[in-house]
């Protein structure tokens, strides 16, 4: 099996570019599961119940968050009415929908996706790595695959998290700092891993956001509106490979084979 993971969409000039390249990419390299992280696919800030439907009427099975997934406040009486659309797991359980899904793939594998967020340098949040625990232990046996996607900030709770679930999980990708790593790799026990996918939109900014704002408010420290930029338009994902029926990691669940970084640009 062939999975697609489409780091943070940002903007317009993301979601246009998964609408030029996904269908091709999917076809070309024989991609059987899409999965991507959108929570900042709405003007760089959250998501709207449109942009949600667009992004998963692309071709993505599953979209998920990360400290941006409320900035919209219309997205709260949607997103317990669509399971494709997670928040992170650990985020308080009061707060609407869920961190994780279960579905099937284009093969008929059982895959689950499960979202989380770290607490260094972010907002309070539950503990991934127990959260993780907690949530892995829901899941059936007969679920083959499962992809975690941890948003976090620093390198080093994403690589702890790495470890941790090497073995027990398919793939933890990183996201959320928007800028690629190269440490793509697959660990001893057969979990693959990124510590960040980078991002899917306007590289010709900061982070995907129009430069010239953000280095005034580095330079004068006052409040600022930050609009989202628009050249140098990139996807950037991971394509982790498994076979369906072999080899499966201690936990029974599939080993990945390999994790490649992809890069593209709209012609």
Excluded: C
């Amino acid at each position: 099996m062939r999975t697609l993971f489409i780091g943070d969409i940002v903007g317009s000039p993301g979601r246009h570019i998964v609408q030029e390249r996904l269908a091709d990419l999917v076809e070309h390299r024989q991609i059987d599961l899409v999965i991507a992280n959108g929570e900042n696919s709405a003007s760089g800030f959250g998501i709207t119940p449109k942009i949600a439907e667009e992004l998963l009427g692309l071709g993505i099975e599953v979209l998920t968050g990360g400290n941006h997934s409320w900035d919209r406040k219309e997205i709260l009486e949607y997103i317990p009415h669509q399971p494709r659309l997670l928040r992170p797991a650990n985020f308080a359980a009061i707060n609407p929908g869920g961190g994780l899904f279960v579905g099937e793939s284009k093969k008929g594998v059982k895959f689950a996706v499960l979202n989380l967020q770290g607490r260094v340098f972010l907002a309070p949040n539950d503990d991934p790595f127990r959260k993780a625990d907690e949530e892995l232990a829901k899941l059936p046996p007969d679920v083959a695959f499962i992809l975690v996607d941890i948003h976090a900030e620093t390198t080093s709770e994403k690589i702890a998290l790495g470890w941790y679930l090497d073995g027990r999980v398919t793939a933890v990708v990183g996201t959320h700092t928007h800028v690629a790593t190269a440490d793509e790799h697959v660990l001893p026990k057969g979990t693959a891993y990124i510590t960040d996918v980078g991002m899917t939109g306007p590289h010709d900014g900061v982070i995907g956001m129009d430069r010239v704002g953000i280095i005034k408010k580095f330079l004068d420290g006052l409040p600022a509106r930050f609009e989202v930029a628009t050249g140098d338009i990139q996807m950037n994902a991971v394509l982790i490979e498994t076979d369906e029926i072999a080899p499966r990691n201690e936990a029974g669940r599939l080993a990945a084979k390999s994790i490649e970084r992809l890069r593209l640009r709209i012609d």
